[in-house]
């Protein structure tokens, strides 16, 4: 097991392909659990105008022999930041990186996009069924309301 980012100094990838992703042993194997990760501040770049997109993100995972360590999710979230790329890509991208590296149970991700144009745009993507059992709670992200 190498740890890339945890313990030193790093810098944030130029592209979430330069990204390196570190995964480390479950400390509960055989064990159905849920791990949820919030990015309230997510973004990225429209890769037709290049303006910036937000979103809010909520990724929940079940481990199987890896959890994701969370200081290199965060630099390779962070790389998003200069990527264009439109929501789905960005959404659906992100949890298919992570099935692919991590091999969890089970993912989701829940994309909750801020209005570009008058629209937002809310991407959800899973893995498949949920292991039985798991307990998963709702994402709670509100469908986007405007000022009123």
Known sequence: MTITHLGRQSSLPDSPDAAVLDYVPNPRPGRPYLVRFTVPEFTSLCPITGQPDFAHLVIDY???????????????????????????????????????????????????????????IDVFWQSGDPPAGLWLPPQDVPGYRGRG
């Open 62 to 120: 079940a481990p199987a022999e890896t959890i994701v360590e969370s200081k290199a999710l965060k630099l390779f979230l962070g790389s998003f930041r200069n990527h264009a790329a439109f929501h789905e890509d960005c959404t659906v991208g992100i949890a298919e990186r992570l099935v692919r590296e991590m091999a969890p149970l089970w993912l989701r991700i829940g994309g909750y996009w801020y209005p570009r144009g008058g629209i937002p």
